[in-house]
């Protein structure tokens, strides 16, 4: 027994320290600060490696092997990816999106750096892709396996990848706002207490800490005039055609794949193709390589080179170089190139309405360049929100923030009028792998099968009579008895007592064995990793509410439909109150 100290009972101390333990919320709290520093320090370190690795190329421009470091880069990433990393492939965002849904949000700690490490080969050597994709992936990654260190529950596990994408884009554009907003619009789906104030944590002391790096640089920065009424006219013809470039940029990208697919399966030769493309254009426009912010800062700033023709063509050979980067395998995001598009499609759209409305009427060609890119942001990922706080907050054209958001809603709702899909959740859709929160088919995914399983049965051999199978029935409330072979073990069927209660109770079959008389050898099997959707189909299909589970060719029991109706009814309420963090 321990004794009181100074005059504190050891039920007053146990209750004092219990008092100052840190709690759940106060764990995740901290997680979520050092996930924000950590995708900082990531979207810092690809930032400045890309920089250098830009200049390196740049400066050897003249030599004459240079169109074929894109095909090299981007087989090399490839390479790396698929045989030393092990990763699946893809353009990254989507596949996080995915694992959220399905995997209970479990990524692999080795996606940390590989992400990082692939886009740099790719984008560094010319490739036309994003930084904001691989430092997504690296930033959720964090969240995920520091929350499996720390053995925080799945919702937890949840709301820290949301924090690392959070940190991730609002470190790398100085966006903290959008960040937050990216998270939880386009990674998580969902909108509640317990996510947003973690993820607005993770997203400050992400932009902090980059500003504390690289200083509280605004990436594209310009006096913009306020834009007036003849503006938001042009403004809703401008989203028009945002939405069909966006269609048509987007198809591009596909139809590139497929034509890659058809050529070959293997996907570095795929990659090489895509980056010796991208190398030949970059002979004759150098400018359509890279990440391309030289040709944003060229567009806002009104210094593109004179005439509709060569802005029409940097238009058409950026899309180029981007669909041919992407759509052959090449690792990168998409937010850059859409940026980098629809700021030449501004640009370009003001120089040709100008032909027929006076200059005088109109705001300056930089003006325009942001409603480009809110118009190809916001058709492509089809996130509006998103899209307006990431050009308002990358351009501080805040003074045109009416007429960004009639474009960027305009621009997304046209655009999924044509691609119900965005171009991060198309192929999730297709393959079935997108699952948003709340709806039917994420909570069927959350419930855990094995837990449902009946696995404490009795159960009968093949050649049981009638008679003796009857003695089992009578000391168990089972309504399906499995038949096991007592020598292999192996599962021959089951019983359905209700459906062959007169079989059973027929007194010329007594002395008959149980497998002639009642078994049910068509059921159908389920998989031990079965989802319970697809469960109840099975159920649905062939009429019965209680299979049999295998594992490994092996039986372990019985699930029932009212099992899983029940698990969905308590996963349904267990929704409300995971809504609060305090």
Same mark, same amino acid.
């Given at each position: 027994?321990?004794?009181?100290?100074?005059?504190?009972?050891?039920?007053?101390?146990?209750?004092?320290?219990?008092?100052?333990?840190?709690?759940?919320? #106060?764990?995740?709290?901290?997680?979520?600060?050092?996930?924000?520093? &950590?995708?900082?320090?990531?979207?810092?370190?690809?930032?400045?490696?890309?920089?250098?690795?830009?200049?390196?190329?740049?400066?050897?421009?003249?030599?004459? !092997?240079?169109?074929?470091?894109?095909?090299?880069?981007?087989?090399?990433?490839?390479?790396?990816?698929?045989?030393?990393?092990?990763?699946?492939?893809?353009?990254?965002?989507?596949?996080?999106?995915?694992?959220?849904?399905?995997?209970?949000?479990?990524? @692999?700690?080795?996606?940390?750096?590989?992400?990082?490490?692939?886009?740099?080969?790719?984008?560094?050597?010319?490739?036309?892709?994003?930084?904001?994709?691989?430092?997504?992936?690296? &930033?959720?990654?964090?969240?995920?396996?520091?929350?499996?260190?720390?053995?925080?529950?799945?919702?937890? +596990?949840?709301?820290?990848?949301?924090?690392?994408?959070?940190?991730?884009?609002?470190?790398?554009?100085?966006?903290?706002?959008?960040?937050?907003?990216?998270?939880?619009?386009?990674?998580?789906?969902? !909108?509640?207490?317990?996510?947003?104030?973690?993820?607005?944590?993770?997203?400050?002391?992400?932009?902090?800490?980059?500003?504390?790096?690289?200083?509280?640089?605004?990436?594209?920065?310009?006096?913009?005039?306020?834009?007036?009424?003849?503006?938001?006219?042009?403004?809703?013809?401008?989203?028009?055609?945002?939405?069909?470039?966006?269609?048509?940029?987007?198809?591009?990208?596909?139809?590139?794949?497929?034509?890659?697919?058809?050529?070959?399966?293997?996907?570095?030769?795929?990659? #090489?193709?895509?980056?010796?493309?991208?190398?030949?254009?970059?002979?004759?426009?150098?400018?359509?390589?890279?990440?391309?912010?030289?040709?944003?800062?060229?567009?806002?700033?009104?210094?593109?080179?004179?005439?509709?023709?060569?802005? #029409?063509?940097?238009?058409?050979? @950026?899309? #180029?170089?981007?669909?041919?980067?992407?759509?052959?395998? &090449?690792?990168?995001?998409?937010?850059?190139?859409?940026?980098?598009?629809?700021?030449?499609?501004?640009?370009?759209?003001?120089?040709?309405?100008?032909?027929?409305?006076?200059?005088?009427?109109?705001?300056?060609?930089?003006?325009?360049?942001?409603?480009?890119?809110?118009?190809?942001?916001?058709?492509?990922?089809?996130?509006?929100?998103?899209?307006?706080?990431?050009?308002?907050?990358?351009?501080?054209?805040?003074?045109?923030?009416?007429?960004?958001?009639?474009?960027?809603?305009?621009?997304?709702?046209?655009?999924?009028?044509?691609?119900?899909?965005?171009?991060?959740?198309?192929?999730?859709?297709?393959?079935?792998?997108?699952?948003?929160?709340?709806?039917?088919?994420?909570?069927?995914?959350?419930?855990?099968?094995?837990?449902?399983?009946?696995?404490?049965?009795?159960?009968?051999?093949?050649?049981?009579?009638?008679?003796?199978?009857?003695?089992?029935?009578?000391?168990?409330?089972?309504?399906?008895?499995?038949?096991?072979?007592?020598?292999?073990?192996?599962?021959?069927?089951?019983?359905?007592?209700?459906?062959?209660?007169?079989?059973?109770?027929?007194?010329?079959?007594?002395?008959?064995?149980?497998?002639?008389?009642?078994?049910? @050898?068509?059921?159908?099997?389920?998989?031990?990793?079965?989802?319970?959707?697809?469960?109840?189909?099975?159920?649905?299909?062939?009429?019965?509410?209680?299979?049999?589970?295998?594992?490994?060719?092996?039986?372990?029991?019985?699930?029932?439909?009212?099992?899983?109706?029940?698990?969905?009814?308590?996963?349904?309420?267990?929704?409300?109150? +995971?809504?609060?963090?305090?």
């Amino acid at each position: 027994m321990f004794k009181s100290v100074n005059g504190i009972s050891p039920a007053e101390l146990k209750h004092f320290l219990h008092k100052r333990a840190p709690s759940r919320n #106060a764990m995740l709290i901290l997680a979520a600060i050092v996930i924000g520093a &950590g995708s900082a320090l990531a979207s810092v370190g690809l930032h400045k490696a890309l920089e250098f690795l830009t200049m390196l190329r740049k400066t050897n421009a003249h030599q004459w !092997w240079m169109f074929l470091l894109p095909a090299v880069g981007a087989a090399t990433a490839v390479i790396l990816s698929r045989n030393v990393f092990k990763e699946s492939g893809g353009h990254g965002v989507g596949e996080v999106i995915a694992k959220v849904g399905l995997k209970q949000g479990i990524l @692999r700690p080795i996606s940390i750096i590989s992400a990082l490490l692939t886009s740099l080969l790719t984008i560094a050597s010319g490739g036309s892709a994003g930084p904001e994709a691989p430092v997504v992936v690296s &930033g959720s990654a964090m969240g995920s396996n520091l929350s499996r260190l720390c053995r925080m529950s799945g919702q937890s +596990r949840m709301t820290l990848i949301g924090c690392g994408a959070a940190g991730s884009i609002s470190a790398i554009f100085n966006a903290p706002v959008t960040g937050m907003i990216f998270a939880v619009e386009i990674i998580l789906g969902e !909108w509640t207490p317990y996510h947003l104030i973690p993820i607005a944590i993770s997203s400050v002391v992400a932009t902090q800490t980059s500003r504390l790096l690289e200083g509280n640089v605004i990436p594209f920065i310009d006096k913009f005039p306020p834009m007036g009424v003849t503006d938001l006219g042009t403004s809703i013809v401008l989203a028009l055609l945002a939405a069909i470039l966006s269609v048509f940029f987007v198809r591009s990208i596909r139809h590139v794949g497929s034509a890659c697919s058809s050529f070959t399966s293997k996907p570095w030769i795929k990659a #090489a193709a895509g980056g010796l493309a991208v190398g030949l254009i970059g002979i004759f426009h150098p400018l359509a390589l890279g990440e391309g912010y030289t040709s944003i800062k060229m567009a806002i700033h009104e210094t593109l080179p004179a005439g509709i023709g060569v802005i #029409a063509l940097m238009v058409i050979l @950026r899309i #180029a170089t981007t669909s041919f980067t992407l759509g052959s395998g &090449g690792l990168g995001g998409i937010f850059a190139p859409c940026l980098v598009i629809g700021s030449l499609f501004g640009a370009l759209y003001y120089r040709i309405i100008s032909q027929f409305i006076p200059q005088s009427i109109l705001t300056g060609e930089g003006s325009y360049a942001l409603l480009g890119m809110a118009g190809l942001v916001s058709g492509v990922m089809q996130a509006p929100l998103t899209s307006v706080f990431l050009v308002l907050e990358i351009t501080h054209g805040y003074q045109d923030v009416m007429h960004i958001m009639t474009v960027t809603f305009l621009s997304s709702m046209l655009t999924h009028a044509f691609e119900p899909s965005s171009f991060y959740f198309k192929d999730l859709v297709e393959k079935g792998l997108l699952l948003r929160p709340k709806t039917d088919e994420k909570i069927l995914a959350d419930i855990d099968i094995e837990q449902l399983v009946n696995q404490d049965l009795a159960h009968a051999s093949p050649q049981m009579t009638v008679t003796e199978f009857l003695k089992i029935l009578s000391s168990t409330s089972q309504t399906h008895i499995p038949i096991i072979d007592s020598e292999t073990k192996e599962f021959k069927g089951m019983v359905d007592v209700i459906s062959a209660r007169s079989a059973i109770l027929d007194p010329k079959q007594q002395q008959s064995n149980i497998s002639e008389v009642a078994i049910d @050898r068509n059921a159908p099997i389920i998989d031990n990793n079965m989802g319970a959707a697809e469960i109840l189909e099975i159920m649905n299909r062939s009429g019965k509410r209680t299979l049999p589970v295998m594992k490994d060719n092996s039986f372990t029991g019985f699930i029932s439909k009212e099992d899983i109706l029940a698990a969905y009814r308590g996963e349904m309420k267990s929704y409300s109150k +995971r809504d609060n963090l305090f």
